[in-house]
């Protein structure tokens, strides 16, 4: 009841007209950008995070909130219609672009629509009864057991969204580093600061994500030089009833593990769209048919999709620790606003909390409205040509860095970063590991110092500790796991090699 | 995952390592030693992995980080509005196909767009 009672609460907040319209301007704005080939969630919240600096705080995270989800609905529109990928909905190419080739455009999107819908409403159940429960945990949380905490997160998310460990640590590590420049907050001496007087405040976070996600990637893209043709095909959107029937169970299984993977550390919606496909390829009544264009394997990972895209919220909002790179900008912003995420969250604004949760559903709402009929007109974003969006999308780095701090020295920063992430995807480092580094390092030096103080300086309470005595535990059950792996392997190769 | 990791990436890492120790504070010290052992592995590692060829396409990444560069010494010392005519005209470069024409029509609308920002959204940017 109290959760009824609290949601009935953040409805108040939610439906007022200026964060329902913060709410429809952020899932268009996000799909929006999302749609555009070679920009993913995290490009398109940081190019449009300037957006919201100028609007009150309650608006500004429910916006962001919807140009997450938007941008996350957005890339598996483009990836149904013309099979391209992004990280982040890569399993939507294999059935969604199968459908769109035999012809089921239209019901792939609607399929896609509707599952989100049901992912998301599962969701935020899920995370309405288990965020203040998780808040009243976090409050037995010390410095130790947040700075195992996040390195837990480190070691999945470097192993999640790169695939192999070693690549991704080094990432983040870079990233903590990255951290690190600027004045140390304990003793005020300025840190890798090169003298240079803008660098005192250390290094912005807009001018890393846009620099590493947003220059780099259209440069990238410019590389390849494949023009996409616009999908012109007919969209027939209503499916019959045997059609509709096949999408709710799946939907409903894909929503169930979307919201459990979302949860875990480094997991979320990548994760969560493998494991909900993977699934229905299992327990599926139509196993047979999925890689071939199967209604389920559109419905389970897109319904996984929108769930995880919503769960993993539950770890940032309740402990104030954000599981992936996506989750750690959306931390950025908080504290830009003035709110710390964490379990005092809940308790200190009850309405920001139950307002974006409600909100959540509201976007829902509008993603569905907004989607299902209008996808067509969504599609004519294609026709526009690279030529014309890429100078655009480099103006709007530029305004978005600017605009941070009025410093136009900011840009250069912006312009290194562009330089460096594109190093790095040629030589296929994924650098968002490098972004939740950067945003968590600070964090995890702080309570690092904090727990050391506490121990006098002794290492023991992190090993003694239940909690980030278990977390580090399975840290190192992980990597001693990953090691043996890569020894097996390559005595294999030896052995391959030798005769 | 293509492994195309060169020592001398690696080499570059090594450096960031080494240069944290002047910092003050331990804790750069040990990020920067871990990544160090890290360098490491990964060194040991390539010694098993066949080297790929890696193509860069520095001409792009050239382009535009001299088109941001340009639009920002424009902006400080002349005004946005030729940095942004910059930037569309030296950005484009990298494009596929070239058109004055058309970089004037994106140039214009860039600079109604920031003029809508300034106005509506009330961003300080130095148009003029």
Redesign the interface.
């Given at each position: 009841m109290d959760v009824l009672h609290n949601l009935a609460f953040g409805f108040e907040h939610a439906l007022t007209l200026h964060n329902l319209m913060y709410c429809a301007i952020g899932c268009a704005v996000g799909t929006l950008v999302g749609l555009l080939p070679g920009l993913g969630p995290l490009a398109t919240i940081s190019l449009l995070l300037p957006?919201t600096y100028?609007i009150p705080t309650g608006g500004a995270l429910i916006m962001l909130a919807g140009i997450y989800y938007g941008a996350q609905y957005g890339d598996s529109v483009s990836a149904i219609t013309m099979k391209i990928p992004h990280a982040s909905s890569i399993v939507a190419c294999i059935d969604g672009y199968q459908m769109t080739l035999k012809g089921k455009t239209g019901l792939a999107l609607f399929t896609a629509g509707i599952s989100s819908f049901i992912g998301g409403t599962v969701a935020i159940v899920v995370l309405s009864t288990l965020a203040p429960m998780l808040g009243e945990v976090a409050f037995l949380f010390g410095p130790a057991d947040y700075c195992a905490l996040m390195l837990t997160g480190f070691v999945c998310v470097s192993f999640v969204t790169?695939?192999?460990l070693?690549?991704g640590?080094?990432m983040t590590?870079?990233g903590?580093?990255l951290g690190?420049v600027g004045t140390?907050v304990?003793?005020g001496?300025p840190?890798?600061t090169m003298d240079l007087p803008f660098l005192a405040d250390g290094i912005g976070l807009i001018s890393i994500a846009l620099g590493c996600f947003g220059?780099a990637e259209?440069?990238k893209n410019?590389?390849n030089?494949n023009?996409h043709t616009p999908f012109n095909g007919k969209i027939h959107l209503i499916p019959s009833w045997p059609e509709f029937k096949r999408i709710i169970p799946s939907a409903l299984r894909g929503s169930a593990i979307g919201s459990l993977l979302g949860i875990l550390p480094g997991g979320g919606p990548v994760l969560a769209q493998f494991g909900a496909y993977a699934a229905e390829k299992r327990f599926s009544k139509y196993r047979q048919e999925i890689g071939s264009g199967a209604i389920e394997g559109v419905a389970g990972q897109a319904a996984a999709d929108e769930a995880a895209a919503r769960t993993s919220f539950i770890p940032l909002m309740s402990i104030g620790i954000p599981e992936n790179a996506v989750m750690a900008l959306m931390l950025a912003a908080f504290i830009v606003k003035g709110v710390q995420p964490g379990p005092n969250m809940i308790a200190s604004h009850p309405d920001l909390f139950w307002g974006l949760v409600a909100s959540m559903w509201v976007g829902n709402v509008f993603l569905v409205i907004l989607n299902v009929p209008l996808v067509r007109y969504w599609l004519s974003v294609f026709k526009i040509p690279?030529?014309?969006l890429?100078?655009?999308i480099?103006?709007f780095?530029?305004?978005g860095t600017?605009?941070i701090n009025?410093s136009?020295?900011d840009?250069?920063i912006?312009?290194t970063f562009?330089?460096i992430g594109?190093?790095f995807l040629?030589?296929?480092l994924e650098p968002a590991p490098l972004l939740l580094g950067f945003i968590l390092?600070p964090m995890l030096?702080e309570n690092?110092?904090r727990a050391l103080l506490l121990s006098r300086g002794h290492f023991i309470p992190f090993l003694t500790r239940p909690i980030s005595g278990t977390l580090l535990a399975l840290i190192a059950i992980f990597i001693a796991w990953q090691v043996f792996a890569?020894l097996a392997q390559?005595r294999r190769?030896?052995a391959v090699a030798a005769p | 995952?293509?492994?195309?990791?060169t020592f001398g990436?690696w080499s570059f890492?090594y450096r960031?390592g080494e240069?944290?120790r002047a910092?003050?504070?331990l804790?750069?010290l040990l990020?920067?030693s871990?990544?160090l052992l890290?360098?490491a592995?990964?060194v040991v590692?390539s010694r098993?992995v066949k080297a790929e060829r890696?193509?860069?396409?520095f001409r792009?990444?050239a382009l535009?980080?001299a088109?941001?560069?340009g639009?920002?010494l424009l902006?400080?010392h002349l005004n946005m509005i030729a940095g942004?005519a910059f930037?569309?005209f030296c950005?484009?470069f990298?494009?596929?196909?070239y058109s004055v024409a058309?970089?004037l029509k994106?140039s214009a609308?860039?600079i109604v767009?920031?003029l809508a920002?300034q106005r509506l959204?009330?961003?300080?940017?130095p148009l003029f």
């Open positions: 957006l100028s790169t695939g192999s070693l690549n640590l080094a590590m870079i903590v580093l690190q140390d304990n003793s001496v840190r890798f220059i259209i440069t410019l590389d030089r023009e690279y030529s014309v890429f100078p655009s480099l103006f780095c530029c305004i600017f605009s009025n136009l020295q840009i250069y912006t312009a562009g330089f594109y190093m040629r030589l296929d390092g030096e690092f110092r890569f390559a190769t030896t | 995952m293509a492994i195309a990791l990436l890492k960031i240069f944290s910092g003050p504070g804790f750069p990020v920067s871990l990544l890290v360098g592995f990964t590692r098993f890696i193509d860069f396409n792009n990444i535009v980080i088109s941001l560069c639009f920002v902006s400080e942004i930037m569309v950005a484009s990298a494009g596929t196909s058309r970089n994106i609308g860039l767009i920031a920002l959204l009330g961003l300080n940017l």
